[in-house]
DNA sequence: CCTACCGATCGGTAGG
DNA sequence: CCTACCGATCGGTAGG
């Protein structure tokens, strides 16, 4: 029995994963269930034994990665470093997940629109509450001097959409290793582009 | 004559803008003909009195935008300002293209994958014409000592979706103004987060 | 995990 | 610009 489970958990797994990587390719309405189907080697019909439905795979992939980010931010908050560093922790963890996870992140940051009630509100609510934690460590780090006096919030999204452009760079070529490219993310969002 | 070529041209007009609002809202592929035909107030076939095709549609939304970032490129690099400048002038046109077609800018940035051949190809290299070119400005700067040694290639990606993130404040709230939110943006891309 | 199949909906056309 | 309609494809189910 628990050779089953794991068996069944261990499908639902890769299912989902080529369900990740056709998403992105294709986006969630292009994708069909043939599709994901032939990609997995079995019939559509097939799928039904591991998931509910096509929504319930997008569910999946969404959920999964904002509790990722969520979890590092209660991290993030509870400890006591200056604003300006939790922010270029928060920057380095964002990038790292995006070269390590980038269909999903991918996915979730692109196609969530998808979700169905109750899950649609639930996930715009977790987006706007993160983002309202992001913005709140900043105003921080305005408040101590350590960052410059900018609207809080334009500041976020600039942030977490200059790093939703990685997965074109990471589709592109190779010929900046991720080190490099997050450390060159940093400066640029850090210290800006002029040189002083 | 003239008249009916006029209503023609402007009817034609209206249901591009009407499918770009509805391309960004739900998605090119979510959203139906019979969707476009009941924004517009006629039925789904007459519709095609007007457009060959759903894809036209999206050819022509992508391909407008595109044209018009092609021609502030070329009056840039005909320039003889600072690379910097040209860099903040090119991010002040950008923000500026996102607030007044935000609708035709966002669906151009982000449906243009479901164009057909020989669309795609095209406006796939256009794009990475448009970013090397962009990019070669900032390299220029780099060499003349006004910009940080950076890579070239991540910056402009950054700068790009850095800037298409505004839709989603756009919609947000409006509390903050055009105007600071492009002065904000430009003072947080070029001179970074950190105060000196 | 498969064969067989369903109702719904899609983009698009014929003909007026 | 509409009525009427088509072939294709969709997500999903029944039954084994």
């Known amino acids: ?13 890769f299912i989902l994963q080529k369900a990740a990587t056709m998403f992105r390719e294709k986006g969630f309405n292009a994708t069909s269930m043939r599709d994901l189907a032939e990609s ?11 998931i509910k439905s096509k929504n319930e795979i997008l569910e999946a992939i969404c959920f999964e990665v904002a509790n990722r980010y969520n979890s590092n931010m209660d991290g993030i908050e509870a400890g006591n470093q200056k604003p300006i560093v939790k922010v ?11 070269t390590a996870h980038y269909e999903e992140v991918y996915v979730s940051d692109r196609e969530w629109k998808h979700l169905n009630e109750p899950y649609l509100s639930n996930f715009h609510n977790q987006r706007r509450s993160y983002r309202k934690r992001f913005a709140s460590i900043i105003e921080e780090g305005i408040s101590r001097n350590e ?19 990685i ?3 990471h589709r592109s070529t190779a010929k900046v290793n991720a080190q490099e490219l997050e450390d060159n993310m940093v400066m640029i969002m850090i210290d800006g582009l002029r040189k002083q």
């Not at 029995?1 to 797994?13: E, L, N, Q």
């Not at 997995?40 to 591991?50: C, K, P, Q």
């Not at 960052?147 to 452009?165: E, P």
């Open 167 to 169: 997965e074109s760079w």
């Open 1 to 13: 029995m628990a050779k089953t489970t794991k068996g069944k958990a261990s499908r639902k797994a």
């Open 147 to 165: 960052i410059r006096k900018i609207d809080s919030s334009t500041a976020v999204l600039i942030i977490l959409h200059a790093i939703s452009g």
């Open 40 to 50: 997995v080697g079995i019939e559509a019909a097939s799928l039904y034994n591991h």
């Open 88 to 98: 270029e922790t928060l920057l380095r963890f964002h990038i790292r997940q995006m």
